[in-house]
T-cell receptor
Framework: EDKVVQSPLSLVVHEGDTVTLNCSYE??????LLWYKQEKKAPTFLFML????IEKKSGRLSSILDKKELFSILNITATQTGDSAIYLC???????????FGEGTQLTVNP | DGGITQSPKYLFRKEGQNVTLSCEQN?????MYWYRQDPGQGLRLIYY???????QKGDIAEGYSVSREKKESFPLTVTSAQKNPTAFYLC?????????????FGPGTRLTVT
């Protein structure tokens, strides 16, 4: 059975802290791994990773994929209260378009 | 403005009634998806469609039905057979061109059944 597991499930930090969110997967025919941020309603796209070892970066957020060890991390440096959200990891498989999502990590950044 | 719209934002129904959630997109995307999200859980796939007049069951299709008569529209019906219908429902769409798996999400419908 295909599985995407995120850890931790919830995390509370103070503004300015650096956080690392984890996503591991066991799926057949892996194609890509995606990260989304969900604040109140619609998840918004952050990164798509397809190659091992190549870091994707956007401002204070960065992500990297390890296809040998089957995991990805999402780093957020100098956290702000606006980073409070659920962070979702999803995996795309095969030639189809469907994604398999993990449970999400609820991040709370306190002032 | 291109995007995905879902209506209504909040929906209340009595147990035993069928209810239909609307999802429309003007992104010219071929594929559309319905997800369910419960508190503390990620997104679980209900149904998806990659072409008009065709759709596939996701991981939790029991108690739900869909149709795809137009490219832009993918309504979801929550039937009375769905045992725990109260949840947050998200619709998404994506292109099938190239190798992008990125899905674009609507604002969601929160369904409460009492």
């Amino acid at each position: 059975e295909d599985k995407v597991v995120q850890s931790p499930l919830s995390l509370v930090v103070h503004e300015g802290d650096t956080v690392t969110l984890n996503c591991s997967y066991e799926v057949t025919n892996f194609r890509s791994l995606l990260w989304y941020k969900q604040e109140k309603k619609a998840p918004t796209f952050l990164f798509m990773l397809t190659s091992s070892g190549i870091e994707k970066k956007s401002g204070r957020l960065s992500s990297i994929l390890d296809k040998k060890e089957l995991f990805s991390i999402l780093n957020i440096t100098a956290t702000q209260t606006g980073d409070s959200a659920i962070y979702l990891c999803a995996v795309g498989q095969g030639s189809g378009s469907r994604l398999t999502f993990g449970e999400g990590t609820q991040l709370t950044v306190n002032p | 403005d291109g995007g995905i719209t879902q209506s209504p934002k909040y929906l209340f129904r009595k147990e035993g009634q069928n209810v239909t959630l609307s999802c429309e997109q003007n992104l010219n995307h071929d594929a559309m998806y319905w997800y369910r999200q419960d508190p503390g859980q990620g997104l679980r796939l209900i149904y998806y469609s990659q072409i008009v007049n065709d759709f596939q069951k996701g991981d939790i299709a029991e108690g739900y039905s869909v149709s795809r008569e137009k490219k832009e529209s993918f309504p979801l019906t929550v039937t009375s057979a769905q045992k725990n219908p109260t949840a947050f429902y998200l619709c998404a769409s994506s292109t099938l061109a190239g190798s992008s798996y990125e899905q674009y999400f609507g604002p969601g419908t929160r369904l409460t059944v009492t």
